[in-house]
């Protein structure tokens, strides 16, 4: 499975929040991918995951995954929003690699990408 971000910004933020603060990662590449879903699709996975979690979702990595889990074993679809942790306003995205219009997703665009270097600067 692949998460991926509709916005860079809240790819790195989602990424960010995950590393040491002595590990600034160089090597990252920031891939821009067009994948055909229907907004309504979209919509309708938004409101039956809102409608499953409960109120404290962003601590129950649990729930999370066996939804994620769920999803990835059925081959439903390509594509599955869900809601960020990190900006809980904004969605990320599930990318099943394994489902049969994965060959579909286009590769717009690659390119290196790297943290500002102020946010690894550590206040003593």
């Not at 729930?63 to 990190?86: C, H, K, N, Y």
């Amino acid at each position: 499975m692949a998460y991926a971000s509709e916005h860079l910004s809240l790819a790195a933020l989602e990424l960010f929040i995950h590393i040491d603060g002595e590990d600034e990662p160089r090597d990252l590449m920031a891939v821009e991918a067009e994948v055909a879903v229907s907004p309504k699709i979209v919509a309708k996975q938004q409101a039956e995951i809102l409608e499953r979690l409960g109120p404290t979702w962003r601590f129950d990595m649990t729930a999370t995954r066996a939804i994620g889990d769920e999803w990835f074993a059925a081959q439903d679809s390509l594509v599955m929003a869900v809601p960020s942790v990190v900006i809980e306003v904004e969605w990320n995205f599930l990318i099943n690699p394994r489902h049969r219009e994965f060959a579909t997703m286009k590769i717009v665009q690659q390119r290196a990408f790297r943290f500002d270097e102020r946010m690894f600067r550590r206040v003593h």
